[in-house]
């Protein structure tokens, strides 16, 4: 089992950049392919991307490709997405999550952080 704890939301101008972190707990977590998502007022959560356990590989959700990065560093149990040029319309709860599994395109995760804000301003 893993529990995750997501930091560095905050308010950021459209244009700049923000670095969200999500530490793990846990001996296991290099074991872990990594999700995150976010969840915006009156909308559905949505996918954002996802690195493999070992950060070789990476999948992005077509609106962030080219804006944000998600890296991790497993010496630290943590992931990261790295949101530059970022839009009012990335503004949401931001989520972390785990699962074992990798497939890119499946939303299932098993294990959820509590979720940071970001809002981005015009």
């Known amino acids: 089992q893993v529990q995750l704890v997501e930091s560095g939301g905050g308010l950021v101008q459209a244009g700049g950049s923000l670095r969200l972190s999500c530490a793990a707990s846990?001996?296991?977590?290099?074991?872990?392919?990594m999700g995150w998502f976010r969840h915006a007022p009156g909308k559905e959560r949505k996918f954002v991307g996802t690195i493999s356990w070992s950060g070789a590989r990476t999948y992005y959700e077509d609106s962030v490709k080219g804006r944000f990065t998600i890296s991790r560093d497993n010496a630290k149990n943590t992931v990261y997405l790295q949101m530059n040029s970022p839009k009012p319309e990335d503004t949401a709860v931001y989520y972390c999550?785990?699962?074992?599994?990798?497939?890119?395109?499946?939303?299932?995760?098993?294990?959820w952080g509590q979720g940071t804000q970001v809002t981005v301003s015009s």
């Open positions: 846990g001996r296991t977590f290099s074991s872990y392919n």
């Open positions: 999550a785990a699962r074992t599994r990798w497939q890119p395109t499946s939303h299932d995760y098993n294990y």
